[in-house]
């Protein structure tokens, strides 16, 4: 069966300082992955998905980078966190398909993040 | 503006009771309609999938409708639980997205108490 795992679960960070979060799926090939920010009370926003290794679309602008160095290994980072970076990160896959059919998308725990 | 529009922000119900949250969307072409849970501090879990052609699907004690024609859907939770306080999100994916880009709605934040 498929899992994902995304961690740290928590994480409290100084203005200015570099994040990497990471996202791993185990059980399938060549999924389609995604990162989502949810601010409180809001929807899930789309900061990154990825088709491939290498293939990275963003978007929304921001302070944030993701990379796909491995098919199943997706990673968020920043250089220098701000404030605004705080928020839920959610990592999540699909399988990769011609059309979105009946597309499901899994997601793993989130990353709390808290940037101080 | 957000596509999917889910109502109400939030609700508070007694425990046994039953209740109703609605999701409305504009985006189209549609290919299907989910509703997922999410627990505080967790990811998001699927609860019910729907297809254009679908009016309604029940996952135990809920049940999701979908009515294609005015874009609107909703699920009805039946002798609710303490632990069905969560977040509701409606969720719309679009046929046209060949990677699955998913619409999410704002979410209904449900408290159930005892």
């Known amino acids: 069966s498929q899992t994902i795992h995304q961690w740290p679960a928590t994480l409290v960070q100084p203005v200015g300082s570099p994040l990497s979060l990471e996202c791993t799926v185990e059980g399938t090939s060549n999924p389609n992955l995604y990162w989502y920010r949810q601010a409180a009370g809001r929807g899930l926003q789309l900061l990154f998905y990825s088709v491939g290794i290498g293939q990275i679309s963003s978007e929304v602008p921001q302070n944030l980078s993701a990379s796909r160095p491995q098919d199943r290994q997706f990673i968020l980072s920043s250089k220098k966190l701000l404030l605004s970076d705080s928020g839920f990160y959610l990592c999540?896959?699909?399988?990769?398909?011609?059309?979105?059919?009946?597309?499901?998308?899994?997601f793993g725990q989130g990353t709390r993040l808290t940037v101080v | 503006k957000n596509q999917v529009e889910q109502s109400p922000q939030s609700l508070i119900i007694l425990e046994g009771k039953n209740c109703t949250l609605q999701?409305?969307?504009?985006?189209?072409?549609?290919?299907?309609l989910r509703w997922y849970k999410q627990d505080t501090g967790r990811g998001p879990v699927s609860l019910t999938i729907?297809?254009?052609?679908?009016n309604t699907k029940s996952n135990g004690r809920y049940t999701a409708t979908l009515d294609a024609d005015t874009k609107q859907s909703s699920l009805h939770i039946t002798a609710s639980q303490l632990s069905d306080s969560a977040s509701y999100i409606c969720v719309v994916i679009l046929s046209t997205d060949s990677w699955g880009k998913l619409q999410f709605g704002a979410g209904t934040q449900v408290v159930v108490t005892p």
């Open positions: 999701c409305n969307y504009t985006v189209s072409p549609f290919s299907n």
């Open positions: 999540a896959w699909s399988p990769a398909r011609g059309g979105t059919g009946n597309t499901e998308a899994f």
């Open positions: 729907m297809t254009f052609s679908e």
